[in-house]
């Protein structure tokens, strides 16, 4: 932060360059508009692409690619955004990527055909990535008083969570009453006034962060591969040629990634990174809960309008109960990470989301929608009970240094974790026929996931564990 000194009278006008200064509430306020934007966006168009489908045409392949090519982008590019927002100061990008996220959602808006609107998804999600550590940047910024800063970074990890869970509502409401482009065009405004107030932050400190440009360029592909060739092979097979092709494209990828990093001076993925038990526990957990929650949250927003034939609002008020307990989750994990430590929340999470999803195996086109919606609940907590003590088990074996790195991978595992789950649950229920049988098998498949990942959390730190170094 800037001093404030006493200067004498001048008669010139003030120099252009200085920003008036904002309150750190304001400042704490944008980053959580930008941070909402970015949550909501990945989960509330799941609800709405039944009315893309019908609009712009197009295939359960084709309405797979408008989720991941958002969550892929958003995922890869991670890796070296926490960087790039070093290097070229938090205000800068953090206002630089909501001006390019504002503007392709507005081309999302306007997308004339599935291809334009899959195009304007990479944008926005790209913008996204640059988006989500800047903005935390920025709190930290604006609150020099740890008790301040600590408070203020819960409330963003808080609206994040919230923003995410919210989504199938919002996105059904907005779908219902205004269509489904004003889900995008809702970014409009929040993106200008968010903008408005970046005017008045002060200039954030640069200081030298390497990139890693080979590395960030194999991951893009290896990731954006992978999920083509899964997503290609649930809807033509996995025998044909463009999936064998893409599939093969991934492992080459995957191995020069790895080569990259291993040669790399400063990699943005430290190899010795996964040489912690902690940090490659976090990793895993936090892939199997996104892939869990995510999964679920596209399957069943096709079956309660595909299969069901409920609105794109009433599918969305199928997820209230689950999204009600989000914030109050939160808050619970917090506080039950500091009497036990990480472990004993991130292990009930894994219990109870699984057991969530064991009950939605019973769920078919006859099963009453209260206990539907009921049994979505676990879910929600898991989304919210998880994250905060999964972010502090991988910073507690990280140096501090390290941390800003340590978080970008472990959001980036998660994303990848959303994305990969979309395009299997997708490919398992692309045929309408089989669409229920199939939407049973992606639910076991989260369910076995969190239970695999369940033993992994018991040998997370538990109290007493000695916090980020």
Same mark, same amino acid.
């Given at each position: 932060?800037h001093?404030?000194v006493?200067?004498?009278?001048?008669?010139?006008?003030?120099?252009?360059?200085?920003p008036?200064?904002?309150?750190?509430?304001?400042?704490?306020?944008a980053a959580?508009?930008g941070?909402?934007v970015i949550?909501?966006?990945?989960?509330?168009?799941?609800?709405a692409?039944p009315?893309?489908?019908?609009?712009?045409g197009g295939?359960?392949a084709?309405?797979?690619?408008?989720?991941?090519?958002y969550?892929?982008?958003?995922?890869?590019?991670?890796?070296s955004a926490?960087a790039?927002?070093?290097?070229l100061g938090?205000n800068?990008?953090f206002g630089a990527?909501?001006?390019v996220f504002?503007?392709?959602?507005?081309?999302?808006g306007?997308?004339?055909?599935?291809?334009?609107?899959i195009?304007?998804?990479?944008?926005?999600?790209?913008?996204a990535?640059?988006?989500?550590?800047?903005?935390?940047?920025?709190v930290?910024?604006?609150?020099p008083?740890?008790?301040e800063?600590a408070?203020?970074?819960?409330?963003w990890?808080?609206g994040?969570?919230?923003?995410?869970?919210?989504?199938?509502?919002?996105?059904?409401a907005?779908?219902?009453?205004?269509?489904w482009?004003?889900i995008?065009f809702?970014n409009?405004?929040?993106g200008l006034?968010?903008?408005?107030?970046?005017?008045?932050?002060p200039?954030?400190?640069?200081?030298?962060?390497a990139?890693?440009?080979?590395?960030?360029?194999?991951?893009?592909?290896?990731?954006?591969?992978?999920?083509?060739?899964?997503?290609?092979?649930?809807?033509?097979?996995? +025998?044909?040629?463009?999936?064998? $092709?893409?599939? %093969?494209? @991934? *492992?080459? /990828?995957?191995?020069? #990634?790895?080569?990259?990093e &291993?040669?790399?001076?400063?990699p943005?993925?430290?190899?010795?990174?996964?040489?912690?038990?902690?940090a490659?526990?976090s990793?895993?957990?936090?892939?199997?809960?996104?892939a869990?929650?995510?999964?679920?949250?596209?399957?069943? +927003?096709?079956?309660?309008?595909? $299969?069901?034939? %409920?609105? @794109? *609002?009433? /599918?969305?008020l199928? #997820?209230?109960?689950?999204? &009600?307990?989000?914030?109050?989750?939160n808050?619970g994990?917090?506080?039950?990470?500091?009497?036990?430590?990480p472990?004993?929340?991130?292990?009930v999470?894994?219990?109870?989301?699984?057991?969530?999803?064991?009950?939605?195996?019973t769920?078919d086109?006859?099963?009453?929608?209260?206990?539907?919606a009921?049994l979505l609940v676990?879910?929600g907590?898991g989304?919210?009970? &998880?994250?905060?003590?999964?972010?502090a088990?991988?910073?507690?074996?990280?140096?501090a240094?390290r941390?800003g790195?340590a978080?970008g991978?472990?959001?980036?595992?998660?994303?990848?974790?959303?994305?990969?789950?979309?395009?299997v649950?997708?490919a398992?229920?692309a045929?309408?026929?089989?669409?229920?049988s199939?939407?049973?098998v992606?639910?076991?498949?989260?369910?076995?996931?969190?239970?695999?990942t369940?033993?992994?959390?018991?040998?997370?730190?538990?109290?007493?564990a000695?916090?980020?170094?």
């Open positions: 932060m001093t404030t006493q200067e004498p009278i001048r008669t010139e006008a003030p120099p252009a360059t200085a008036r200064r904002v309150s750190p509430t304001l400042v704490l306020g959580l508009l941070f909402f949550g909501l966006d990945a989960s509330a168009v799941n609800v692409l009315a893309i489908g019908r609009t712009l295939t359960t084709g309405l797979q690619w408008i989720v991941d090519a969550t892929l982008m958003f995922a890869a590019l991670l890796l926490g790039l927002s070093d290097r938090a800068r990008v990527g909501l001006a504002t503007a392709a959602s507005v081309l999302c306007l997308a004339p055909a599935l291809g334009a609107l195009g304007a998804r990479v944008l926005q999600g790209s913008a990535a640059v988006m989500l550590p800047s903005s935390l940047a920025l930290r910024q604006a609150f008083s740890a008790v800063r408070r203020a970074i819960a409330l990890t808080v994040g969570a919230v923003s995410t869970a919210a989504g199938p509502v919002v996105g059904g907005l779908t219902s009453s205004l269509g482009r004003s995008f809702l409009l405004p929040v006034l968010t903008l408005a107030v970046l005017l008045g932050v200039r954030s400190p640069r200081r030298a962060a990139l890693d440009p080979l590395g960030q360029l194999t991951a893009v592909i290896a990731l954006g591969a992978l999920t083509f060739g899964v997503i290609e092979g649930g809807a033509s097979g996995f +025998g044909t040629p463009t999936a064998v $092709v893409s599939l %093969l494209v @991934a *492992v080459v /990828a995957m191995i020069a #990634f790895v080569v990259a &291993a040669r790399a001076g400063e943005m993925v430290p190899l010795g990174l996964f040489r912690s038990r902690t490659t526990l990793l895993a957990i936090g892939f199997a809960v996104n869990a929650f995510y999964g679920t949250v596209f399957v069943l +927003g096709l079956f309660f309008q595909e $299969v069901l034939g %409920l609105s @794109a *609002v009433a /599918a969305g199928m #997820f209230l109960p689950m999204t &009600a307990l989000v914030a109050g989750a808050v994990s917090a506080r039950a990470a500091a009497r036990f430590g472990r004993v929340p991130i292990a999470d894994q219990l109870v989301c699984a057991l969530g999803l064991f009950g939605l195996l769920v086109a006859h099963t009453d929608r209260p206990l539907t009921l676990p879910v907590i989304l919210g009970f &998880a994250v905060p003590s999964l972010t088990a991988m910073l507690s074996d990280i140096p240094d941390a790195m978080g991978v472990l959001n980036a595992g998660r994303q990848t974790g959303g994305a990969l789950a979309v395009a649950f997708g398992l229920v045929h309408r026929e089989r669409f229920v199939g939407m049973h992606s639910l076991l498949i989260a369910a076995l996931l969190l239970l695999a369940t033993a992994g959390a018991l040998a997370l730190p538990g109290r007493g000695s916090g980020v170094r």
